[in-house]
């Protein structure tokens, strides 16, 4: 109600009142997203939390969340298909909107899972698949083919050499790429467990340069890239793609004491500890891989999660650092 009587605003009054509020809120909503379960709460209340959460920029200028989903696992019938399919929508619906996967995955059946999974929405997805076989161009543009045609697309947002084929000539695996990228199947390449050395070899390539990321496997309990690649792709320019960020199958991350106290104090699981250390910086995604939704909503958490340096430094003592 507008008045010019006492206790009450006039017009002049109630606008200058509107103005200050609407410089406020946006500070008031960064200092919640950055609360421990404020996603979950805003995914709850219809709320745009994409503010909060932690991004990644690949050298094209292209931003992706700097949390995804794996997909090793999936279709090997750990769960029925419909349950992983779920878990895979679960995390797109938590902003979780990078997936990667590869042609052997499961035998192809990872692809074909996730592009049920994903029918209906690919323009959300940023999709990241891998190449096996790279013996001559036209076997990687037939593995490219048989791959979109899994996953139910017409291009790829990014295509991976998985590994560092010693038989396979590096100049042909970035020209074909590079044709791939011209003709619309792939928007960006990359490599795979690549060391500094094939790194340098490949940059030394015409276009090889062009490469967007390095997935490497990478975690707390695994920070031998730290050493060397991780400072060699920043200095590049170049995000890393950590894969096993969780350990990986039978490791014992997910049972550590400090990530279960740290987790504890901050209302959140072990996990989420876990993958907001290895995505603490600007230049690593991490990729874990969840067969369950409820897995997948755990970690969730770690896009707004931040640790703070007391927490770092007792990662650190519990896990450090190479020397």
Request: aromatic letters at 6%.
């Given at each position: 109600?507008l008045?010019?009587?006492?206790?009450?605003?006039?017009?002049?009054?109630?606008n200058?009142?509107?103005?200050?509020?609407?410089?406020?809120?946006?500070?008031?909503s960064?200092?919640?997203?950055?609360?421990?379960?404020a996603?979950?709460f805003?995914?709850a209340?219809?709320?745009?939390?994409?503010?909060?959460?932690r991004?990644?920029?690949?050298?094209?200028?292209?931003?992706?969340?700097?949390l995804?989903q794996?997909?090793?696992h999936?279709?090997?019938?750990?769960?029925?298909?419909?349950?992983?399919?779920?878990?895979?929508?679960?995390?797109?619906?938590?902003?979780?909107?990078?997936?990667?996967?590869?042609?052997?995955?499961?035998?192809?059946?990872?692809?074909?899972?996730?592009?049920r999974?994903?029918?209906?929405?690919?323009?959300r997805?940023?999709?990241?698949?891998?190449?096996?076989?790279?013996?001559?161009?036209?076997?990687?543009a037939?593995?490219?083919?048989?791959?979109?045609?899994?996953?139910?697309?017409?291009?790829?947002?990014?295509?991976?050499?998985?590994?560092?084929?010693r038989?396979?000539?590096?100049?042909?695996?970035?020209?074909?790429?590079?044709?791939?990228?011209?003709?619309?199947?792939?928007?960006?390449?990359?490599?795979?467990?690549?060391s500094?050395?094939?790194?340098e070899?490949?940059?030394?390539?015409?276009?090889?340069?062009?490469?967007?990321?390095?997935?490497?496997?990478y975690?707390?309990?695994?920070?031998?890239?730290?050493?060397d690649?991780?400072?060699?792709?920043?200095?590049?320019?170049?995000p890393v793609?950590?894969?096993?960020?969780?350990g990986?199958?039978?490791?014992?991350?997910?049972r550590?004491?400090?990530?279960?106290?740290?987790?504890?104090?901050?209302?959140?699981?072990?996990?989420?500890?876990?993958?907001?250390?290895?995505?603490?910086?600007?230049?690593?995604?991490a990729?874990?891989?969840?067969?369950?939704?409820?897995?997948?909503k755990?970690?969730?958490?770690a896009?707004?999660?931040?640790?703070?340096p007391?927490?770092?430094?007792?990662?650190?003592?519990?896990?450090?650092?190479?020397?």
């Amino acid at each position: 109600m507008l008045s010019g009587g006492a206790g009450l605003l006039n017009r002049r009054e109630f606008n200058g009142l509107c103005g200050a509020l609407s410089s406020w809120l946006p500070a008031v909503s960064a200092m919640f997203t950055g609360l421990p379960g404020a996603s979950a709460f805003a995914a709850a209340n219809g709320v745009d939390s994409n503010a909060g959460r932690r991004t990644v920029k690949f050298p094209d200028g292209t931003i992706v969340p700097a949390l995804g989903q794996g997909s090793w696992h999936l279709g090997e019938e750990r769960h029925p298909a419909a349950v992983e399919e779920e878990a895979l929508r679960t995390g797109l619906s938590l902003g979780m909107t990078l997936i990667d996967t590869a042609e052997g995955y499961s035998n192809g059946r990872s692809e074909e899972l996730i592009g049920r999974a994903i029918a209906g929405q690919r323009d959300r997805v940023f999709l990241v698949s891998k190449v096996d076989h790279m013996t001559t161009g036209d076997a990687i543009a037939r593995a490219c083919e048989a791959s979109l045609a899994r996953l139910g697309t017409e291009h790829l947002d990014l295509y991976l050499a998985h590994w560092r084929d010693r038989g396979a000539d590096l100049s042909i695996i970035v020209t074909a790429f590079e044709s791939l990228r011209t003709a619309g199947k792939i928007r960006a390449w990359g490599v795979s467990n690549f060391s500094v050395r094939d790194m340098e070899e490949l940059f030394h390539i015409p276009h090889g340069d062009r490469c967007a990321t390095n997935q490497v496997p990478y975690n707390i309990g695994d920070r031998r890239i730290e050493n060397d690649l991780l400072p060699w792709c920043e200095q590049h320019g170049m995000p890393v793609m950590a894969y096993s960020p969780l350990g990986g199958p039978g490791a014992s991350l997910l049972r550590d004491p400090t990530l279960a106290q740290i987790g504890a104090t901050r209302g959140c699981s072990a996990a989420a500890v876990a993958l907001a250390w290895t995505i603490r910086s600007s230049n690593v995604i991490a990729i874990p891989e969840s067969g369950l939704a409820v897995h997948v909503k755990e970690n969730a958490v770690a896009l707004t999660l931040t640790l703070t340096p007391q927490e770092l430094q007792t990662l650190d003592a519990a896990y450090p650092p190479p020397h």
